[in-house]
């Protein structure tokens, strides 16, 4: 049973910081790429932040230079470090799991998802 689990969300101001874990189970090495969603209130859930088994990391335009995308193999943990963090990053952030590519990810959707962390930034 493949399972994400999220945590390190919480109420942060303006500038400020945040690390996202996923810890997985369940999906040994069959996923190729793990990335990060957001979904703001009233508005659709966006692929943020992406990163397959080579190491090839994707991210949208609005977190780059902000946002790193990370995963620690052998502790099955996708990681998402926000720095200088802004009122629009505000949302629930979902960890997703995809068996094909990044560009299908981004396309169809993941195979898998967590159950979400909210993240809060405040002005």
């Known amino acids: 049973q493949v399972q994400l689990v999220e945590s390190g969300g919480g109420l942060v101001q303006a500038g400020g910081s945040l690390r996202l874990s996923c810890v997985t189970s369940?999906?040994?090495?069959?996923?190729?790429?793990m990335g990060w969603y957001r979904q703001a209130p009233e508005k659709q859930r966006e692929l943020v932040a992406a990163?397959?088994?080579?190491?090839?990391?994707f991210y949208a335009d609005s977190v780059k230079g902000r946002f790193t995308i990370s995963r620690d193999k052998p502790k099955n943990t996708l990681y998402l470090q926000m720095n200088n963090l802004k009122p629009n990053d505000t949302g629930v952030y979902y960890c997703?799991?995809?068996?094909?590519?990044?560009?299908?990810?981004?396309?169809?959707?993941?195979?898998?998802w967590g159950q979400g962390t909210q993240v809060t930034v405040s002005s």
């Open positions: 990163i397959n088994s080579e190491g090839t990391t």
């Open positions: 369940g999906i040994g090495g069959t996923m190729n790429a």
């Open positions: 997703a799991a995809e068996r094909d590519n990044i560009a299908s990810m981004s396309r169809y959707g993941p195979d898998y």
